[in-house]
């Protein structure tokens, strides 16, 4: 059985129960250990019924990792628009990261940390895409607060290493709230640009 194109069919309900279904058990036993009979059975589906909306178990995979970097994107955005100032703009950066990080799409997130390697070079270009475009936003902000000083180091590294330690806070940070997701960002953000008071409250 084929699955429709996604220019042929509405994103119904049962679309997304798979999706999130999917990213959940990617995340709970890794992407090699789950089944389409798993993910179908987790929303009470026939794999048929799964087949009308993905044609391979790689194909829900890819989607959950797109619609995971797509709520990022739109998260990171909103949380620094109309936000002035560089070190101002670092922080609601970040803040936006861990807030999209912990968030009810946190399986995105962890799965693309872990099985991104697992999607086909065919099947990869519009995840780079919405990968450079991200990193698009990271470089821009860095590159602003080395003009202004607030930033010494190499900006490519500066980069690689606030993303890798944001992204390491996955294992130790459970379902923090709104206002740990705050402190998370000051802190890091003190930590990083080596200012003073840069300790936990």
């Known amino acids: 059985m084929t699955a429709q194109p996604a220019k042929e069919r509405v994103l119904s309900a049962s679309y997304w129960q798979l999706v999130r279904a999917a990213g959940k058990l990617f995340e709970e036993r890794d992407y090699h250990q789950t089944s389409v009979r798993d993910i179908a059975d987790a929303v009470g589906m026939t794999s048929g019924s799964f087949f009308y909306h993905f044609a391979t178990k790689e194909d829900v995979l890819v989607a959950v990792l797109e619609h995971g970097m797509i709520d990022g994107l739109e998260v990171a955005r909103k ?11 670092l922080h609601a950066l970040i803040h936006g990261h ?8 946190t399986y ?24 450079r475009s991200y990193r698009d936003i ?14 010494a180091s190499d900006t490519e590294f ?14 130790w940070v459970r ?9 998370l960002a000051d802190q890091f953000t003190q930590a990083f640009l ?6 936990p409250k």
């Open 194 to 199: 080596n200012e003073p008071g840069a300790h």
């Open 138 to 151: 990271w470089r821009a902000v860095v590159d602003e607060a080395r003009r202004e000083g607030l930033i």
């Open 158 to 171: 500066f980069r690689r290493m606030a993303v890798g330690a944001l992204n390491w806070t996955v294992h």
């Open 98 to 105: 861990l807030e999209a990080l912990h968030s009810q799409n």
């Open 79 to 89: 949380r620094m628009e109309g936000v002035e100032g560089s070190r101002n703009r």
């Open 108 to 131: 995105a997130h962890k799965v693309w940390l872990r099985d991104w390697q697992q999607v086909s070079p065919a099947k990869r270009p519009a995840l780079e895409r919405l990968s």
């Open 175 to 183: 379902a923090p709230g709104k206002r740990q997701v705050k402190e």
